[in-house]
């Protein structure tokens, strides 16, 4: 046998020999008579085998349930327990299943909105900011109001379910129910204007409560007002807690005592506005100022001032929070802190999308800056 050499390929000339064609992990060869040629192939290395993805059983396993109660807290079934469903998507996440959860699901273009009340100016620019929002997306909006008679935390979740909704955004601040009925089955959810809180599991857009509220009282302060009171929202509300934080924040910088007297929780709306300043206008030593939480509370301040004969700004400063179209329809106009109002309704839609895209992850929390606008409420305190 002799070897020769042929182009860039290796050869073996085999005189007499009929060598039949092999293949082996190391090439691949052909058959001639006497002539065998050798076309080299890379080696390929066995790859590990891929680990199998879970499936319901395993996760029914480790969740201690069985499968169809696994399907059922999927697809947010309300017979399923909410100890059971958070147990389910604990171990759905700890898998690796939560991402496959709600695969394949068909949205319809819709938005749902559940605001508490609708016959005030927030929540009126509240839904125009969402209606806009989702109307430049090609969807509609369903409004839901909370403070209905006949609204049930449980049916209204059924709906949304029912209807296969695109996203949710909670306008409200009592809204209690199994919310993870919606996660489960990939339901984007926003709180909108809830405030400051604790939980990292919400998805959150607000405005600066606390800022605002410190500015509109440190405004005061700067005109020479060394009483002042204020009537705030309902005390178990975070927005109403991070005003009232603003507040105490900005009388302790001023170098002010905080009086509790000085304090009364309202409900944001007239009927607490004007409750909280005949409390006030009623002390021993009454305030030169009142710091309401917001312009529908303030109007119920300028209401009690008016029946009490006092001159708005000369005998009492009076500002609000929110700055809807009511402050300069008010006599004088209302001073205020300035909330994006509508822009925080439209940014809530933009991030529900944002969130449908996303892999999971921590939830977005969005604060849109506060602005005190000064108008004829607001003047130095009258001398005593």
């Given at each position: 046998?002799r ?27 052909s058959?001639r008579?006497?002539?065998?040629r050798?076309?080299?192939?890379p080696?390929?290395?066995s ?9 319901l ?10 499968v ?19 147990r ?20 319809d273009?819709?938005?749902e909105?559940?605001?508490g ?15 806009e ?5 090609g969807?509609?909006l369903?409004?839901a ?28 601040a ?12 990939g ?8 405030g ?43 927005v ?16 002010l ?40 509370t ?37 001073t205020?802190?300035r ?6 309704a ?18 977005p ?20």
């Open positions: 046998m070897r020769t050499a042929e182009s860039s390929s290796s050869t073996i000339v085999c005189e007499n020999v009929s060598i039949m064609a092999r293949s082996s992990l190391e090439g691949h060869s058959e008579q006497g002539v065998m050798w076309f080299p192939v080696f390929e290395r790859k590990p085998m891929a680990t199998p993805k879970p499936t059983a395993d996760v029914a396993r480790v969740a201690g349930v069985s169809p109660t696994v399907s059922k807290a999927i697809s947010g079934r309300s017979d399923v327990a909410q100890a059971t469903r958070e389910v998507l604990s171990v759905m996440n700890d898998l690796g299943y939560a991402g496959r959860a709600h695969a394949g699901v068909e949205r273009g819709l938005i909105l559940a605001i009340g609708i016959g005030s100016m927030w929540a009126l620019e509240i839904v125009r900011g969402a209606e929002a989702a109307f430049r997306t969807r509609s369903v409004v109001n909370t403070q209905h008679e006949t609204f049930s935390v449980e049916r209204w979740i059924d709906s949304i379910l029912a209807r296969k909704v695109s996203g949710v955004i909670i306008a409200a009592h809204v209690d129910g199994d919310l993870s009925r919606l996660h489960s089955t339901v984007p959810v926003i709180h909108l204007d809830v400051r809180t604790e939980s990292r599991d919400e998805a959150q857009v607000g405005a600066t409560n606390w800022a605002g509220m410190r500015d509109a009282t440190r405004h005061m302060i700067e005109l020479g007002h060394t009483r002042i009171g204020f009537v705030g929202g309902e005390s178990d509300v975070p109403a807690q991070d005003r009232l934080e603003g507040y105490t924040a900005a009388l302790r910088q001023g170098g005592a905080v009086d509790p007297a000085l304090i009364m929780h309202g409900d944001f709306l007239v009927g607490g506005g004007e409750r909280g300043a005949e409390a006030l206008m009623s002390l021993d030593d009454p305030p030169t100022a009142i710091v309401a939480a917001s312009d529908l303030a109007m119920g301040v300028y209401n009690v001032a008016h029946q009490r004969g006092l001159s708005i700004p000369a005998d009492l400063s009076v500002s609000g929070f929110d700055d809807t179209v009511l402050c300069e329809y008010l006599s004088p106009p209302l205020t802190v909330q994006p109002i509508s822009q925080m439209d940014q809530a839609v933009r991030l529900l999308d944002d969130m449908a895209r996303a892999d999971g992850g921590p939830q929390r969005i604060e849109l800056s506060t602005v005190l606008v000064e108008r004829g409420s607001t003047a130095a305190p009258a001398q005593r």
